[in-house]
Each structure stands twice: as C-alpha cells, then as structure tokens.
C-alpha cells in the first residue's frame, strides 16, 4: 500500500510505507521505500505550502541545482524533489543513520576530520555560490559507512530566493552575529557556524551557552557575542584558537572554507577508527565536476 494514503501522510509519488523520523517547525522527515528503485530512502516535506504554480516551479528549479551540491562525498545525495498535489515542497534524500548533534562530545582528532571534510563540502558550494545557512550538529549525518554528510543543502539553496511563502528561521546557537541585524548572510556566517558546531562537538555544548539545552533570550544571545569563548578542556590550544578566530565577530576575519579545511588537516588529527574511510566503502565523488586541485576532496588513507 501506498504510505501516502494513510490518513495525516502526504503523497509523494514513487513512495511507500512513509512513517516519521522526525517533525520540526517548518517541515517534517519520514522514513519511506522507493518503490521502483526499492531503497530506503528519507523524504523531508515542507510544513507549509507554495500555492502558486509560479512559486512550486521555481523551487523545483532552484532544489534541483542545489542537487549539484551532492555529489561532493560529504554532502547528502539528493534523489528527487517536487510539490505534492496540496502544494507540499518536498526532497527525496538518502537515508542516514543519525545526526553528530546525537553523538557529542567527540574527541579533538574525529572533529578536526569531520571539519575538513564538511569545510570542503562549504568550500566547494561557495565557489559555485550557494550558502548553506545552517550548518549545526543536527545537520551533519552520518551514513551506513560512518561518514560525516552535511545536510539541507536542498532547502538552504531555496532560501537565497524564495519568497515569504517559505520562511527561514536561524539556530541561535550556531548563527553569526551578523545574522541578527541583516538577512543576508555571507560565506563567513557558514564558517563561523561549522566552528561553533566543531566547538560543540567537542565540547559538547555551543559555544559560551551556559546549558546545553536551554536557549538565552535574544538580548542575551547578543550579550554573549561580546565575551571570549574559552579554550576546549583537553583540545589543543591551537584548535580553540583556530575555532575562535572562525567565530570572529567580524566576518572579515574569519579564514574561508577552503583555509579552514586546510588548518584543521594541518592538526595532523588520528582520528579513531570509525572516521577512517575503508577501501571499498567510501562513497565516490560525484560525477559531473571535475577535480579541482585547489579544493580537493577530504580522503583519508
């Protein structure tokens, strides 16, 4: 039986059996089948409606190229997108196994490894000029072969140009300073968020958050940018430094992506092996970009 014909399911065509993984405020992820390709597969569909024909083209435009974004080895592969016939936005991505935002802390080596390879992805998609927007822990997956992916590049690539009918909403935790006072963010505020989610990793709550799990108000959200962010207990003093000047205030003074994946592969991490990439297992880059040496691909030995 069709997933979608159960009562409070939408319909998506090609899939099946739909059951939730997880709702939030603006969309909803279900776990689903495939029919014709028979997988497994995840399927995010939009709260919120496009209900003009000029809007729901224009999104399936726009996620569409962000489809691009996904052949990179450390970026969600995104199957499919479409509207739903009650006007749902939805994308049709491959299943992972869990978010980081499950599985802080992590040691200092596995989050450097983690860093460059989602600093690769950021500095690959902001060559092409595509902003993610919301880098956190919850947004970078892990995958049947443990590799870190970062995710909603889908929807983050809709956000530069969609209209009030979809809305974009920051995480706090992660959300440069610059992002509070003006709606446009720049490649820096990608940077700084990928810091504080390293940061996080490690230290197992955002930076200069006082509880994991509790949000400051907004006055004092803005209150906290003005104090240093402290060193991470049992990290190199190097790596705090590094995060911190990712998290500058001025965005000027943030390294880009690109400089970012490079100073986290110069810690010279070992990582654990669960973050080692077994021959045979890893995914291959995607086809379609050709190499570029100036912004390689994370691969690990």
Known sequence: MDGGRHPGLPV??????????????????????????YREVAVKVENGTLDNEHDQRRFVREARAAGQMSSHPNVVDLYDVGVTDDGH??????????????RMPVVAADACL????????????????????????GN????????PVLADFGLAVITQNREASITLELTPAYAAPELFS?????????????????YAL???????WREKNTMPSLATIMDLFAERIPDLPGAPAELSALLRRGMSNDPALRPSAALLRDELLRRDPEPTLFMRQVPGQARPAGTGHGEDPTQPTIRVP
């Open 12 to 37: 998506v065509p090609g899939l099946q059996n739909l059951t939730v993984l997880a709702r939030g405020g603006h969309a909803t992820v279900y776990r689903a089948t495939q029919a014709k390709a």
């Open 140 to 147: 970078i997956l892990i995958t049947q072969f443990n590799e």
């Open 202 to 208: 490690i230290g197992g709550k955002p930076p200069r």
């Open 114 to 137: 983690i860093g460059a390879k989602i600093a690769d992805a950021l500095a690959r998609a902001h060559a092409a000029g595509v902003l993610h927007r919301d880098v956190k822990p």
């Open 89 to 102: 936005p939805y994308l049709i991505m491959e299943l992972c196994v869990g978010s980081y935002e499950k």
């Open 182 to 198: 003006s709606p446009r963010p720049l490649p820096a505020s990608d940077v700084y968020a990928l810091c504080a989610t390293l």
